[in-house]
């Protein structure tokens, strides 16, 4: 059974960092992409930061490049995400998830992802 399971967020200052994390197991992460994605209150979910399977490209949305850094450890089968310099408007859930299928590029869209997370929630004081 493939499960993802993110840590790390909380209540944190605007100019802050944070670091999350996405524990898998079920699989090996060694060969598949995995992505961050969050959610607003409000809003949709949307793209955040992508990895390929071996960890040599990645993805990030403009609105979080050069403060954002999506990095993954193969022998810990986790993936991290760490933020700096954040904002409110970075305050979201944020939700962790990988390709099944093996050898794929780094990934911007939802469809491309097969198993999920359950969230961590990040929020941005001002």
């Known amino acids: 059974q493939v499960q993802l399971v993110e840590s790390g967020g909380g209540l944190v200052q605007a100019g802050g960092s944070l670091r999350l994390s996405c524990a898998t197991s079920?699989?090996?992460?060694?060969?598949?992409?995995m992505g961050w994605f969050r959610q607003a209150p409000g809003k949709e979910r949307e793209f955040v930061a992508a990895i390929n399977w071996s960890g040599s490209s990645t993805l990030y949305a403009d609105s979080v490049k050069g403060r954002f850094t999506i990095s993954k450890d193969n022998a810990k089968n986790t993936v991290y995400l760490q933020m700096n310099s954040l904002k409110p408007e970075d305050a979201a859930i944020y939700y962790c998830?990988?390709?099944?299928?093996?050898?794929?590029?780094?990934?911007?869209?939802?469809?491309?992802?097969?198993?999920w997370g359950q969230g961590t929630q990040v929020i941005v004081s001002s």
């Open positions: 998830a990988v390709d099944l299928a093996m050898w794929q590029p780094a990934d911007t869209r939802m469809e491309e992802y097969d198993y």
């Open positions: 079920g699989l090996s992460i060694g060969s598949r992409a």
